[in-house]
């Protein structure tokens, strides 16, 4: 219905990066992305949290050089926390 033939970003603050907590509505039987958190800081600025899996960004990297640094960058990211 509406907007079913788009990609579906929902909103649930419940810190948890899943869609376990779907349930399908307005004409969209899965989602696309979850915002989880926020209002949360990293390096001082506001953010929020988003849950895509296999990571959209991530996608759009060709050669496995680029993954590589993707993967170290988001490594190093994570562990500053």
């Given amino acids: 219905s509406g907007g079913a033939s788009f990609p579906l970003w929902y909103a649930h603050y419940d810190n948890s990066p899943s869609f376990s907590d779907f349930s399908p509505f307005g004409g ?16 001082s600025v506001g953010v929020d949290k988003n849950f895509y899996p296999g990571g959209l960004a991530f ?8 993954r590589m640094q993707y993967a170290k960058h988001v490594a190093m990211l994570k562990a500053k926390g």
């Fill in 59 to 66: 996608r759009n990297i060709t050669s496995s050089q680029q």
């Fill in 28 to 43: 969209w039987s899965h989602p696309s992305i979850k915002q989880f958190s926020g209002d949360d800081s990293f390096c």
